[in-house]
């Protein structure tokens, strides 16, 4: 069964860090990563998607990288804003079917 | 394009009610559409994958009595909570899917908060 972690549960930082929120996975038979921000009390956007076959996605300030060897995903922020406050999802969609697998989330908190 | 439409968007009613929420998909048709449940400073889990024209899959440790699911058309799925308790309170979220295959991205909607009082 897939499992996914995120680290770490909840991040504060000032406004202009860089900063790094990691993702894990269990199993490496994916067929793509996907990066996702959910505001409090709404739906989900997404961010970034990696297929398998990808190293990295880049969207603006945003960078994702997959290591699907070790189970390992990335998503780098730059020059962070007080605007991206809010909690990163990642999730995995396996080979076998559609299903999203996510990990618990990333709460970012960016002070002005 | 990919809009994805979830109503109500918050619902507060008495223990043993039912509810139903509907999920469009206001741009393109849906082959797919899946729901998932969030509990606070949780993340989302599946609850079923329901398939147009045929009947919903659950997973494992989901009541398919409890939770009913209907995926009548190529735009609309409907999760009727029935019967629900203080428990079944959650933020419930549905997605949308072009066809089923894996290369296909989910696009969510805006949930829905169901608090059983």
């Known amino acids: 069964k897939q499992e996914v972690t995120q680290i770490p549960a909840a991040l504060s930082v000032p406004e202009g860090e860089n900063l790094v929120l990691n993702c894990s996975f269990t199993d490496s038979a994916i067929y793509n990563l996907q990066w996702f921000r959910q505001d409090p009390g709404k739906g989900l956007t997404s961010l970034l998607l990696i297929q398998s076959s990808q190293r990295e996605q880049t969207s603006g300030r945003l960078n994702a990288s997959l290591d699907k060897s070790s189970g390992r995903s990335t998503l780098y922020i730059a020059a962070s804003q007080p605007g991206d406050s809010a909690t990163y999802l990642c999730a995995v969609k396996e080979t076998s079917g559609s299903r999203l697998t996510f990990g618990e989330g990333t709460q970012l908190t960016v002070n002005p | 394009g990919a809009v994805v439409s979830q109503h109500p968007s918050w619902v507060i009613c008495k223990s043993g009610t039912s509810v139903k929420i509907e999920c469009r998909s206001l741009?393109?048709?849906?082959?797919?559409m899946f729901w998932y449940r969030q509990f606070p400073k949780q993340s989302l889990m599946l609850m079923a994958t329901?398939?147009?024209?045929?009947?919903?899959?659950?997973e494992q440790g989901v009541e398919k009595d409890k939770f009913l699911i209907n995926h009548a058309s190529l735009t609309l799925s409907t999760l009727t909570v029935t019967s629900a308790h203080p428990e079944d309170s959650s933020f419930y979220i549905c997605?949308?899917?072009?066809?089923?295959?894996?290369?296909?991205?989910?696009?969510f909607g805006d949930g829905t908060r169901l608090s059983i009082l």
């Open positions: 329901s398939n147009e024209g045929s009947k919903a899959t659950y």
């Open positions: 741009d393109f048709q849906a082959t797919t």
């Open positions: 997605s949308a899917q072009r066809g089923r295959l894996s290369n296909q991205p989910q696009h």
